[in-house]
Nanobody, 115 residues
Framework: QVQLVESGGGLVQPGGSLRLSCAAS????????MGWYRQAPGNQRDRVAT???????NYADSVQVRFTISRDNAKNTVYLQMNSLKPEDTAIYSC?????????WGQGTQVTVSS
């Protein structure tokens, strides 16, 4: 089992920045990759960014350049640095961990970009 706890969401003005954190606990060694999805009201859940156990990263086209995913192995934590935020980035952001045979999800954190 893997437990994920997210933090860092909130309200920010357009052009601003936020950093989301996702702390993992439990069977950490089983995790192959971690990342973030987001879901805006009325929309499907979309992948935002992924980082593998080897350190490779991948981003959705809509956030490329503006968002950076990183990890601190000593803290078992993955971060999503979000810069140049736009109103269309408003969504619930959920952290996930892929252990190969199942995915685990955090509780989600709200990000609202509005003036």
């Amino acid at each position: 089992q893997v437990q994920l706890v997210e933090s860092g969401g909130g309200l920010v003005q357009p052009g601003g920045s936020l950093r989301l954190s996702c702390a993992a606990s439990g069977s950490i060694s089983s995790i192959n990759a971690m990342g973030w999805y987001r879901q805006a009201p009325g929309n499907q859940r979309d992948r935002v960014a992924t980082i593998t156990s080897g350190g490779s990263t991948n981003y959705a086209d809509s956030v490329q350049v503006r968002f950076t995913i990183s990890r601190d192995n000593a803290k078992n934590t993955v971060y999503l640095q979000m810069n140049s935020l736009k109103p269309e980035d408003t969504a619930i952001y959920s952290c996930y961990a892929d252990s190969g045979y199942r995915w685990y999800w955090g509780q989600g954190t709200q990000v609202t970009v509005s003036s």
